[in-house]
């Protein structure tokens, strides 16, 4: 079993930077791909970023390219997605996510098998 906290989420003015945090337990966690998804109200969760278990992958959705990073430290049992240049339409509540069984940086929701509560994430024009 892998618990799953997010944290760094927040109020943001437009262009600003945010960096959310995903603690993991479990001794494993650098044996996982790890990913972030995002939902807004009324609509599905959509994925952001993922980072395969070596680290050595990693995949974003097109429209935060250039402007988010996702890395891990096995050390510290952590994923973390750097936000910057961020834009209102990034507001959403971010949810962290563990996989278990893909050796590379998967991008859909049911490939996951863990998932954190959520950090919301506001950005302001």
């Known amino acids: 079993q892998v618990q799953l906290v997010e944290s760094g989420g927040g109020l943001v003015q437009a262009g600003g930077s945010l960096r959310l945090s995903c603690a993991a337990s479990?001794?494993?966690?650098?044996?996982?791909?790890m990913g972030w998804f995002r939902q807004a109200p009324g609509k599905e969760r959509d994925f952001v970023a993922a980072?395969?278990?070596?680290?050595?992958?990693?995949d974003y959705t097109e429209s935060v390219k250039g402007r988010f990073t996702i890395s891990r430290d096995s050390a510290k049992n952590t994923v973390y997605l750097q936000m910057n240049s961020l834009k209102p339409e990034d507001t959403a509540v971010y949810y962290c996510?563990?996989?278990?069984?893909?050796?590379?940086?998967?991008?859909?929701?049911?490939?996951?098998?863990?998932w954190g509560k959520g950090t919301q994430v506001t950005v302001s024009s």
């Open positions: 996510a563990a996989d278990p069984h893909t050796w590379g940086a998967p991008k859909v929701v049911g490939e996951y098998d863990y």
């Open positions: 479990g001794r494993i966690f650098s044996a996982y791909a």
């Open positions: 980072v395969s278990w070596s680290g050595e992958n990693t």
